[in-house]
């Protein structure tokens, strides 16, 4: 069982989830489509961070979520690291029209590495897949080097569309799922099995200067 409601104050469980990735990427819009079902073309840029929450009910649980939306600007990044206290749950977003945000995919996951606790699922996603359709071959990131990083990085990968609410639900579902099951509080999770932080990184070159 799974639905919305308005926030309450009293709630099974609390769980802070942060939203990383390159300005340009669409988390503001992901956010905005998931927590007031709204989209717009013309999102202002996230210069320190946007946190948004609601609760909802899984398996007859009340879970209040806190979703902090971050600066993807180099320029502002050094005012990012504070929301990844007491996270429980990362988003990173790229933009599979947009090379270069993939190629930070890895950074902003090194990232969490530094700043997050053990123990903290992550989820990478690429979003704007309606524009996939309507660019050349050589302007998409291929399924291909998407999966080769996915699976250097041990992490699951969901394309997703806010413009057209395309797996935004899903994507958050799926976060939650990761964050309960590592805790114990539910016994499956579908449709992956729970990929989590560690404090020695997979990829040995996982360093942030």
Known sequence: MYSVSKIENNYDHSLKIILSGDSGSGKTS????????????????????????KT??????????????????????????????GVQGIVIVFDLTDFNSFDNVKRWYCEGERYASEGTPV????????????????????NEVIKELADSLGAPYIETSAKYNINVEK?????????????????TVSPSKPIILKKEPKDKSCIIN
Request: net charge negative; proline share 2%; hydrophobic share 35%.
């Open 123 to 142: 989820i990478i996603v690429g979003n704007k897949i309606d524009l996939v359709d309507l660019k050349k071959n050589d302007q998409v990131v291929s």
């Open 30 to 53: 992901i956010l905005s489509r998931y927590f007031e079902d709204i989209y717009s073309d013309e999102f202002p840029i996230t210069y320190t961070q946007d946190q948004k929450e």
């Open 56 to 85: 909802i009910i899984l398996e007859d649980k009340k879970i209040k979520l806190n979703v902090c939306d971050t600066a993807g600007q180099e320029r502002f990044r050094m005012i990012c690291h504070s929301p990844y206290r």
């Open 171 to 187: 994507l958050f579902l799926n976060i939650v799922q990761n964050i309960l099951y590592y805790k114990g509080y539910i016994s």
